[in-house]
């Protein structure tokens, strides 16, 4: 079972700036995911590496005057925003021809990231949600038993009903729950205010 | 404390089951701690609450948790996306 000290969101905990470790570890979930985001819309993998970094400064610099305030899907949107200011800063910088280079399609890209109903951004929430989640899940791993982490995963991952996990791993049906409940609740605390899933 | 919350956390006997609801937040994990310490005591000795909560559907997370660790799909569009000049 996860340690009760332990049950601050990795949100809550990054933005004491005195806490480094909990920092790192937002900067290790965030950044293959804004690089992911950003690469398509830029000319070279590098730019998209320093488009990454500043995201990272500026998100340094204001998560402790980031107010969550229980808005859905508040954190996501803030982060969004700030990779679209990046992302055309770095077009306006560029002369007009490499700005051309980008065409109709940056600038429909960037049109589309500035209205939260586009398809385009429901795709990047999509994929910030999934790439958090799925992370979160990586890195709390450990704090379980392998017995409590194979339920939970016949059930969660795999789809399978609780019976045939029980059945299958040679425990009760209840211990199959509350081998999920465990880690359900474990995985909400660490992304509460990421992801809203609660 | 809300009554839904003061209910949760009210002490339980084990003939006292928790309603579905409950049972439905435990499984999911949405209860405190407190509260998910009750159910589960109560859990491990009560297989008709299990019954019950076999039938709890999932939630967001749980289908977010599945679509995401599915497999490489997800993560190989974004990186031939990526990849793109």
């Known amino acids: ?198 | 404390m809300t009554p839904d919350q003061a209910k949760e956390t009210a002490t339980m006997t084990p003939s006292e089951h928790p309603d579905s609801e409950t049972l439905g937040r435990f499984v999911l994990g949405r209860l405190d701690r407190k509260a998910m310490a009750r159910v589960e005591g109560h859990l491990l000795d009560c297989s008709q609450c299990g019954q019950v909560a076999m039938q709890i559907p999932d939630d967001r997370l749980v289908t977010l948790l599945r679509v995401s660790t599915a497999g490489p799909a997800t993560e190989s569009a974004a990186c031939n996306a990526a990849s793109s000049p």
Not at chain 1, 19 to 44: F, G, M
Not at chain 1, 83 to 111: C, F, I, M
Not at chain 1, 146 to 171: M, N
């Open chain 1, 1 to 198: 079972m996860a340690n009760p000290l332990t049950s601050k969101s990795l949100l809550v905990k990054a933005r004491d700036r005195s806490d480094q470790a909990a920092w790192r570890r937002l900067t290790e979930l965030y950044e293959p995911l804004i690089e992911r985001w950003v690469r398509p819309h830029v000319a070279q993998r590098a730019d998209a590496e320093d488009l990454v970094q500043e995201v990272m400064t500026t998100l340094v610099r204001e998560l402790p005057g980031f107010d969550h305030n229980q808005r859905p899907g508040a954190f996501r949107a803030w982060l969004r925003t700030i990779t679209v200011h990046r992302l055309r800063a770095y077009w306006e910088k560029r002369d007009a021809r490499l700005a051309s280079a980008g065409g109709p399609d940056l600038r429909e890209a960037l049109a589309q990231l500035a209205d939260p109903t586009s398809a385009l951004c429901e795709s990047w929430d999509e994929e910030h949600d999934r790439h958090v989640t799925k992370t979160l899940l990586k890195s709390i791993r450990l704090e379980f038993q392998p017995a409590t982490w194979r339920a939970f995963e016949r059930q969660v991952q795999d789809g399978q009903p609780a019976s045939d996990v029980a059945q299958d791993l040679g425990i009760s049906v209840n211990a199959v729950l509350i081998a999920k409940s465990r880690v359900l609740k474990r995985l909400r605390e660490k992304a509460a205010g990421l992801v809203d899933v609660f």
